[in-house]
C-alpha cells in the first residue's frame, strides 16, 4: 500500500487531468474519493494541508443517530445516522465501537412547551428551559424505535436517583432520573480516514491522492494546484470538479471564480483530560447532558483520557481556530455540574483542539439548531478546460454519515459522467475493518499468531492501532534485512520501525503529521520536545530531510503543539544537536 508522492505532487502534476478532480481531503472528500475509485471511475483528490487536518480532526469522535437532531424534526436525517452507525460497527470494528452512553436529568416537566416551540421555530428563545424527563423520555422512545437495528442495540433504560448514583456515585445528587442508551464512538478518527483513503488508492492507478496541494484558482485551462510546501503550481483539466473544503467551501468557490454564500459554520472545541478521578467516575460510559445554557455538551472516557467538549460559536474562516481560556472554563464549569466532587483544573489539560463544522448558512437561527443535514449543490462550469465541465459543493455532513453522504455524492457524479455504479459500498468493510477477530476466541487467535514475532502485548496493541493492517506493519517491523526495531526511548508505546513504516507509505510529508495523525502521541499528551526530536530524527532519513529541514520540521511541530494545542513544552534543543 503506498500513497501518491504527494510531497512534490508529482503524481498528480505529471497526468494533469481526470474524469474528476475532488478538492478538500476531509472524510467526506476522501469517502467520495474511495466510492469513485471502486467504480472505476479516473479520480484524483487534493488537500491543501494534510489529509484529515480540517474539521474532521476536531469531532467529539461520536459515530451517532443524533438524537438530539429528533427536536430539529431532522427524522431523514437521524435514520441515516443510526443506519450508518450500526453499520459502521460492522464494518470499521477496528475504529468504531459501542459506547454506553447516560444522560443526567434534573428536571420531570420542564421542556415539554419550550421544546414543540424550538421544533416550530428553531429558535432558542430568550429564557433557556432545561428538556425534562418527559421530553427526554418521549426522545429516547422515538430513538429506540429508530435506533435498534433488529433488536441488536439494546433498549434505552431510565432509572430513578438512586439506581443512578449507585451505579455511578460521582454524579450530581441533585439529580432525579438518568437515561441511558447506545452509540458510538471512533477511537482514532485520522485512522479511519486514512483507512478510507487507502481503501481507494488500492482500486488502481486511475485512483491518485496529494496532500499539502491546494486549489487556488482556475482559468479557461483548467484548476490551479499549488504545492503549499514547494509553492510550485500547475493547472488540472477535469469533468467534474467537487469542492468537499468544509467549512472553507466558500472561499475555495471564490479561488476558482465561483462565489458562494453556501456556508456558516460554527466552531467547537473541546479539551482532554488526564485526571483518573474523572476517568474513573464515567463508568466508562460517555456522560450526555444539557448544560445549564441549554447547549448539550458531552464527558467521555478516551484512550485512558477523558474528552470533555463542546462549544458552538459563530466563526469567521478568516481568522484562526483556536479553543479559548473562556472555552476552559465553560469546560470545567460543566464538568462540576455533573460530577461536583471532582476536582479539574488547567493542570490536567494534556491537548486542545477546536474546528469548524461545515454547517449550512444560518441567519438568525440558533448556532445548536441549524440543520446537520447535507445537500450538493451544482453549478455549470465553463471555465475548467471543457465545455461542460460541473463544479459541484457539498454543504454540511457529519463524520457520522460519511459512507451515505459519499454514495449520494459520487452517484450524482457517475450520472453527470454517464457512468453506472458498479460497487457499493454498503456493508464493505473498511481497511483494518476487513476480517477483523471481533470475538474473543478469533482475538486470542489473532494475538498468538502475531505474538510470536513481535511478543503479545505489541501484537495486541499494533491489533487495536491499526486492525488487521497490523500485519502489514508487523511485515515491516520485523523485516530480516532492516535494522533491528526498539521502543522509541521517549514513547515506549511506539517502537521506530513503526514510526519508519509511517513515514514510509502513509504519505507524511511534515513533522506534525505523524505526531497529530498518525498517531496518537499528541491526543493522550504523551508529546515532550525530546519525544519530538527523537521522532523527527527517526523519520528524517526515511524523507531524505537534510539537518536544515530537520530543524526547520521540529520548530514548526513544537510551535503547532504549543500555540494550536496548548501542550506544554520545553525549548527545542540547540541545531547542532539535529545533525542526520
Ligand atoms: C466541534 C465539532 C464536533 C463534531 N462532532 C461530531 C461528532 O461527534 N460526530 C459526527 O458525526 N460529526 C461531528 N462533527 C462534524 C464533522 O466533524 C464534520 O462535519 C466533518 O468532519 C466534515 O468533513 P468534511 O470532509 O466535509 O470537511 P473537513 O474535514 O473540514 O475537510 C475539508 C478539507 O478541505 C481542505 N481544503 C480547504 N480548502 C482547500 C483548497 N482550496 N484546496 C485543497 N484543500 C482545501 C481543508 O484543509 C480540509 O482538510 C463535529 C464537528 C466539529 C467541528
Redesign the pocket.
Known amino acids: 500500500m503506498s500513497f501518491a508522492n504527494s510531497q512534490t505532487g508529482t503524481a498528480i502534476s505529471d497526468r494533469a487531468t481526470a474524469q474528476v478532480l475532488i478538492?478538500?481531503?476531509?472524510?467526506?472528500?476522501i469517502a467520495t474519493f474511495r466510492d469513485l475509485a471502486l467504480q472505476g471511475v479516473d479520480v484524483v483528490i487534493?488537500?491543501?494541508?494534510d489529509f484529515?487536518?480540517?474539521?474532521?480532526s476536531?469531532?467529539?469522535?461520536?459515530?451517532?443517530g443524533g438524537v438530539r437532531y429528533l427536536e430539529n424534526g431532522e427524522f431523514r436525517l437521524v435514520k441515516e445516522s443510526v443506519t450508518e452507525r450500526n453499520s459502521l460497527l460492522k464494518i470499521a470494528p477496528h475504529y468504531v465501537k459501542p459506547l454506553q452512553t447516560t444522560i443526567p436529568i434534573f428536571s420531570t416537566f420542564s421542556g415539554v412547551m419550550a421544546a414543540p416551540l424550538r421544533f416550530i421555530t428553531h429558535r432558542q428563545g430568550a429564557t433557556h428551559v432545561e428538556r425534562g424527563a418527559m421530553l427526554i423520555k418521549v426522545g429516547m422512545m422515538i430513538y429506540d424505535a429508530f435506533s435498534r437495528d433488529g433488536g441488536t442495540v439494546p433498549r434505552h433504560e431510565f432509572v430513578g436517583r438512586s439506581k443512578a448514583l449507585a451505579a455511578l456515585p460521582k454524579l450530581n445528587p441533585g439529580l432525579k432520573y438518568t437515561a441511558t442508551y447506545y452509540d458510538a464512538a471512533m477511537h482514532d478518527p485520522e485512522r479511519l480516514a486514512l483507512d478510507v483513503l487507502h481503501d481507494g488508492l488500492d482500486a488502481g492507478p486511475h485512483a491518485r491522492a496529494a496532500n499539502y496541494v491546494?486549489?487556488?484558482g482556475m482559468d479557461n485551462d483548467g484548476v490551479h494546484l499549488r504545492n503549499s510546501v514547494t509553492g510550485e503550481e500547475f493547472t488540472f483539466h477535469a469533468d467534474v470538479v467537487v469542492n468537499?473544503?468544509?467549512?472553507?467551501t466558500d472561499?475555495?468557490n471564490t479561488?476558482l471564480g465561483q462565489p458562494s454564500t453556501f456556508m456558516g459554520g460554527t466552531k467547537?472545541s473541546?479539551i482532554v483530560l488526564d485526571n483518573p478521578e474523572l476517568l474513573a467516575a464515567t463508568g466508562g460510559r460517555e456522560i450526555f447532558f444539557e448544560h445549564e445554557d441549554g447547549r448539550i455538551v458531552l464527558i467521555y472516557p478516551l484512550k485512558g483520557r477523558v474528552l470533555v467538549?463542546?462549544t458552538d460559536l459563530e466563526h469567521d474562516m478568516s481568522k484562526p481556530v483556536r479553543c479559548t481560556e473562556d472555552e476552559i472554563d465553560y469546560f470545567f464549569d460543566l464538568v462540576a455540574h455533573v460530577f461536583p466532587t471532582v476536582k479539574v483544573d488547567r493542570s490536567h489539560i494534556v491537548f486542545r483542539f477546536a474546528?469548524?463544522?461545515?454547517l449550512p448558512r444560518h441567519d438568525d437561527e440558533a448556532p445548536g439548531f441549524v440543520s446537520r443535514d447535507y445537500r450538493i449543490e451544482s453549478r455549470p462550469l465553463p471555465r475548467a478546460g471543457v465545455a461542460d465541465g460541473t463544479l459541484l459543493s457539498?454543504v454540511g455532513?457529519?463524520?457520522?454519515t460519511f459512507r451515505a453522504l459519499a454514495e449520494n455524492l459520487s452517484t450524482d457524479i457517475l450520472k453527470l459522467l454517464g457512468l453506472p455504479r458498479t460497487v457499493s459500498t454498503e456493508g464493505l468493510a473498511i481497511g483494518g475493518g476487513r476480517n477483523f477477530p471481533v470475538t474473543d476466541a478469533a482475538h486470542q487467535v489473532w494475538v498468538t499468531a502475531h505474538g510470536d514475532e513481535v511478543g503479545a502485548d505489541r501484537a495486541e496493541a499494533l491489533l487495536a492501532r491499526y486492525g488487521t493492517r497490523a500485519s502489514e506493519v508487523i511485515d515491516f517491523m520485523t523485516d530480516p534485512t532492516a535494522q533491528t526495531d526498539a521502543p522509541l526511548q521517549h514513547d515506549p508505546a511506539y517502537t521506530r520501525r513503526e514510526i519508519e513504516f509511517l513515514a514510509s507509505t502513509e504519505s507524511v510529508v511534515r513533522l506534525i503529521d505523524v505526531l497529530l495523525r498518525r498517531t496518537s502521541m499528541a491526543f493522550v499528551g504523551s508529546v515532550t520536545t525530546p519525544l519530538i526530536e527523537e521522532v523527527a530524527r527517526v523519520v528524517a532519513p526515511v524523507l531524505g530531510w537534510d539537518a536544515g529541514r530537520l530543524a526547520e520540521e521540529i520548530e514548526l511541530a513544537h510551535g503547532i503543539l504549543s500555540d494550536v494545542h496548548g501542550v506544554a513544552l520545553a525549548p527545542v534543543s540547540q541545531a547542532p544537536f539535529f545533525a542526520v
Open positions: 478538492i478538500g481531503a476531509g472524510i467526506n472528500g487534493v488537500e491543501k494541508n484529515v487536518s480540517g474539521a474532521s476536531a469531532s467529539s469522535h461520536m459515530i451517532h491546494e486549489a487556488v468537499t473544503s468544509g467549512p472553507w472561499l475555495t479561488a467547537g473541546h467538549g463542546t474546528g469548524v463544522r461545515p457539498l455532513g457529519k463524520w457520522t
